[in-house]
């Protein structure tokens, strides 16, 4: 078997495990049960007012692979995650590069960024070379040109030496749903 279908069964198994352990009401509301879904497989701190939809939305690609210009889950980068992720989860269309996507936000400090806000990055150049989506808890999602769709820890040394900005969408922009 591939190391997905092995991972899937234990995940299914650890969450049939821990279903059984605990009362639930059978009314219980199926976004709670997603948001503690996301919570174990991806590692991030989905709360109350955390966006389902995109945490779906990362979780359906991941593992996609990198392919630069892509925009399919056939191969997609990181300025195209963005640009699909933006368009399905809020509605709304960004630029279809790193450095036209940062023209369109209000920077934020990296201790004010929300889920959903973009993260910028100047990885061995002077310019902006890479995007991500930020889901909480020092985590984003992004397409790595090593690894495909992949969510990353903004902690770890690589991210901390490459980090430029973190921005917020203006407002102006954001189709209101």
């Not at 990181?78 to 269309?93: D, H, I, Q, R, W």
């Not at 990055?121 to 020092?138: M, Q």
Request: one cysteine or more; charged letters at 20%; glycine letters at 8%.
């Amino acid at each position: 078997m591939g190391k997905k279908v092995i991972v899937a069964i234990l995940i299914v198994l650890t969450y049939v495990s821990t279903q059984a352990q605990t009362t639930r009401k059978t009314t219980e509301d199926p976004d709670n049960l997603a948001k503690d879904y996301f919570s174990q497989i991806m590692g991030v701190a989905v709360s109350a007012t955390s966006n389902v939809k995109l945490y779906q939305f990362v979780y359906d690609w991941l593992g996609t692979p990198y392919r630069l210009g892509g925009d399919t889950k056939r191969g997609i980068d990181c300025s195209g995650f963005a640009f699909e992720l933006y368009e399905k989860v809020f509605n709304t269309v960004i630029g279809n590069n790193s450095r036209n996507i940062f023209s369109m936000v209000n920077p934020v400090s990296k201790d004010e960024l929300q889920e959903g806000d973009l993260v910028f990055f100047k990885i061995r150049s002077r310019a902006i070379s890479h995007v991500g989506v930020y889901l909480g808890n020092n985590k984003f999602a992004h397409a790595s040109s090593s690894r495909g769709v992949m969510i990353s820890n903004l902690n770890e040394s690589y991210w901390q030496r490459y980090y430029y900005k973190g921005g917020r969408l203006i407002e102006s922009l954001r189709e209101k749903l």
